[in-house]
């Protein structure tokens, strides 16, 4: 398996199936006398915005922040070992309502979309 | 039988998917200015359409990943970032037109200009995505797209010297109007060979949940169905050759000049087959674009998506086309002429393709996606040709917009 090729950019599904996001970036631990480990992947706009540049990236986490009205934002993070299956898709052990990962969806849910008639 | 079924109804669908505003106009204005001579840019971009809409279902059906998916996944979001950008755009220009074609449909039939149509149309395909199902949107709304049938039947009434219209399937140099003559076969060539139609049907191969036992549906719904469209717009430019061009009109610069077209073969109704089988493409296209939006974005972020959820189990997804819908029917609204902006959308479509064209070299050829149904020979011939073309019409379109373009 190769991290970037199999892994980064795959689509994330939580323990029901539910499409939460892909990974955007992956984070490795370093620890002196020791090959590299994964620790995690990192999903949401914050960490795609990062590939794309340091302009992008600081513009990106100082909206997030604004938005989400916090010192500061960072990316969603799920631990490596809650990694169940790796597919079509890659799915984690987690139950993605638990997370903070569809805040802004839910946001959506409650303030525009579920305020529609028909939703 | 059941497949028989299913091959029917796919084969119907993409008809209506096929034809929309853009091949109704631009086939009609070649025809027009230059009789048969730009059949063979019809013929070209049907052949091109059927390979890559048959790669985006046969990799849809092994990987069971959209094609917005693989991109993304294959290449990463840093190449991806383009293609979803410039397809966006390009997608935007195209619902818009559409909208304008459903508009100006309106106005023809009741006489109250196209601007006062934009909004309520974006709001009637918007009730329909947001009450709908995939079913009803990909099956019912296409069914109806069979009454554009009625230009192959003029087409066959007005008796032409088949022989000629097998010449116009051989390209040729114009004799006059040279600038515009290309501009004319870059926008066929940009109508037929749209990104929306395969990325629309890799993502509608999921949501039907294809599999390894559709590759024979898929290829008899790609070649039949784009087959299908590809003659219905040979029969619009023939008509058009045959009715516009014996009159004198031969520069099509206004919508209220088509009608035209039906009225010498069936009279009043005629008019009445042109209104409703453009109101009815071109609706049935701005539904299909502004789908097409939402799954790109939901897709290339990896929301959940699926048209038959409600929307507020993919608020993300259902908000994009909301908002694609309505922001796209403003400049009708403010009163762009439809026309115009129609073949300018065209045109950029093709110039648009290397972007959403390269990347099937390399995901029909990639073990891991399609195993042992990768690309054979004439099918990565067939990839290459089409991106080598996008590259041609990218560079060419550009200034023959400027001294061909109406």
């Not at chain 1, 689509?11 to 970036?25: A, L, M, N």
């Not at chain 2, 037109?97 to 106005?107: D, F, W």
Request: proline share 4%; hydrophobic share 55%; charged share 15%.
């Amino acid at each position: 398996m190769q991290l970037l090729r199999d892994i980064l950019d795959k689509q994330v599904v939580d323990r029901e199936q539910v499409k939460i996001g892909k990974v955007d970036s992956i984070v490795a631990e370093l620890k002196p006398g020791k090959p590299p480990r994964v620790s995690a992947v990192e999903l949401g706009s914050i960490a795609l915005a990062r590939r794309l540049g340091s302009a992008p990236a600081s513009w990106t986490a100082k909206l997030a922040a604004r938005l989400t009205g916090r010192q500061q934002a960072r990316p969603h993070r799920i631990a490596w070992n809650k990694v169940r299956d790796i597919g079509v898709d890659i799915e984690f052990d987690i139950d993605v309502r638990r997370t903070r990962i569809f805040a802004w969806q839910d946001w959506l849910r409650d303030h525009v979309v579920g305020r529609i008639p028909g939703a | 039988m059941k497949k028989l079924l299913e091959i029917s109804l796919g084969v119907v669908t993409s008809v209506g998917g096929f034809l929309e505003v853009g091949s109704m106009a631009t086939a009609a204005q070649a025809g027009a200015l230059f009789g048969f001579q730009l059949i063979w840019a019809v013929v070209l971009g049907t052949i091109c359409i059927i390979f890559l809409v048959e790669m985006a279902g046969r990799f849809a059906a092994v990987s069971h990943h959209t094609i917005a998916d693989g991109i993304r996944e294959r290449f990463g979001f840093n190449a991806f970032i383009w293609p979803l950008l410039v397809t966006l755009l390009v997608n935007f220009l195209v619902l818009s037109a559409e909208i304008g074609g459903v508009a100006i449909a309106a106005e023809l039939a009741t006489g109250i200009s196209f601007q006062w149509w934009a909004l309520p149309v974006a709001f009637l395909a918007w009730l329909l995505l947001w009450k709908g199902t995939f079913g009803l949107i990909e099956k019912g709304v296409s069914m109806l797209g069979l009454v554009t049938l009625c230009f192959v039947v003029a087409a066959v009434m007005l008796r032409p010297e088949w022989q000629e219209v097998a010449v116009g399937s051989v390209p040729s140099l114009p004799q006059h109007d040279t600038a515009k003559y290309w501009f004319m076969a870059v926008s066929i060539l940009g109508a037929s060979i749209s990104p929306y139609l395969f990325m629309f049907y890799s993502s509608g191969a999921i949501e039907d949940r294809w599999d390894k036992s559709y590759l024979g549906t898929n290829r008899a719904i790609a070649g039949l169905g784009m087959s299908f469209g590809g003659t219905i717009s040979v029969g619009v430019l023939i008509v058009a050759a045959l009715v516009l061009g014996a009159h004198g009109v031969t520069e099509v610069d206004d919508y209220n000049q088509l009608p035209l077209m039906l009225i010498p073969i069936f009279g009043f109704w005629g008019f009445v087959l042109f209104v409703a089988s453009l109101a009815i493409a071109c609706f049935g296209a701005a539904l299909e674009v502004a789908l097409q939006q939402a799954y790109l974005v939901a897709q290339g972020f990896g929301w959940n998506w699926g048209e038959d959820l409600k929307p507020r189990d993919d608020p993300g997804f259902s908000l994009v086309y909301t908002l694609t819908l309505f922001l796209a029917a403003v400049p009708i609204a403010l009163g762009l002429d439809p026309l115009k902006l129609t073949i300018f959308s065209m045109a950029l479509t093709a110039a648009s393709l290397p972007l959403t064209v390269v990347p099937f070299l390399f995901l029909l050829n990639d073990d891991r996606y399609v195993g042992e149904h990768r690309n054979g020979v004439v099918s990565n011939a067939a990839v290459i040709f089409v991106i080598a073309l996008g590259f041609v019409l990218a560079v060419v379109s550009i200034p023959l917009q400027i001294f061909g373009g109406t």
